[in-house]
């Protein structure tokens, strides 16, 4: 019995936190308020992609084509 009570309580810690907000709502149930929560998620996520991009160097510019080096090199 001992086993089966601690492999129930197991399973739980292993299900509930994939299934979501069980006791506490992670927006509001307002929605123009929500509205503004998932902007704003948004943007954070979409700032933090650009700062990925920064880190890696993927966003600056090519020095292979002489036209995005603003004239630096003429044909």
């Not at 907000?21 to 979409?46: G, H, I, K």
């Amino acid at each position: 019995m001992r086993r089966k009570l601690i492999l129930g309580v197991v399973a739980m810690i292993g299900v509930l936190p994939n299934t979501g907000c069980l006791f506490l709502n992670r927006y509001d149930s307002d929605p123009n308020t929500r509205t503004a929560e998932l902007l704003n998620e948004s943007e954070d996520l979409r700032q933090a992609r650009e700062e990925w991009h920064r880190f890696w160097m993927n966003n600056q510019p090519s020095v292979l084509t002489y036209e995005r080096l603003n004239g630096a090199i003429g044909p």
